[in-house]
């Protein structure tokens, strides 16, 4: 056996010399993988700015009709989860696994809390007809925007079902994490799936602060037809 196989890290990929360069190859993968993420979300990004244009209106009374309250509460479990994630990340890098194991932990009870509060919302959509399709009914005062305002609600269920599912992934890759650090795999010399798994978490979030204002708060300062 050679001197090379002796010293070879066991975390460390036949393909690298060292684990730094393991590490800056994975951090680069990771951020190329969150490009073809931002092209996804912005394709969605795109279709809402263009009906937006073009039905102004129906826009701005679709927004009302989302729970305010809880989409402000989701945001700001999201920016806390993404302290905990950060704190977890500190926590691998510092070699002190009960903090990682415990932050992890948090992000996860936040990410599942977000997902709880986002049902709750979805029911009162179905509740109050505003689910795109045929259960979906206009109550306004302008029947001639019925149409427009479902391609509000279509859009909006398009875009936060779409970050739902992300953040279910983003849920199932903190557990692994969660377990594997639980067992000791993670440390100061070797914490890129930590890292990794961070970064994909914290471009969930921002995705939700870009919606947030998007889907709950546009046009509530202006008056339909104002």
Known sequence: MS????????????????????HSANVLGMWVFLAT?????????????????????????GSHHH???LGATNTAILIVSSLMMALAVRSAQTNNRR????FLALTMVFGLSFL???AVEY????????VPGALFQYEGER???ARQVEMFSLLYFAMTGTHAIHMLIGLSIVGFILYRSWRGKY??????PVELGGLYWHFIDIIWVFLFPLLYLYGRHVAVGG
């Open 3 to 22: 001197e090379q196989t002796l010293h070879h890290p066991a975390n460390l990929g036949h393909h690298f010399d060292t684990l730094d360069q393991q």
């Open 37 to 61: 993420e931002v092209l996804l979300f912005g394709g969605l990004f795109l279709a809402y700015f263009v009906y937006r244009t073009v039905y102004h209106d129906a826009f701005v009374e």
């Open 67 to 69: 729970n305010i309250v």
């Open 99 to 102: 903090a990682l194991v415990l």
């Open 116 to 118: 709880g509060i986002k």
């Open 123 to 130: 029911k009162e959509a179905f509740d109050t007809h505003q």
């Open 143 to 145: 029947p001639e925007l």
């Open 187 to 192: 440390n100061a010399a070797y914490y890129t």
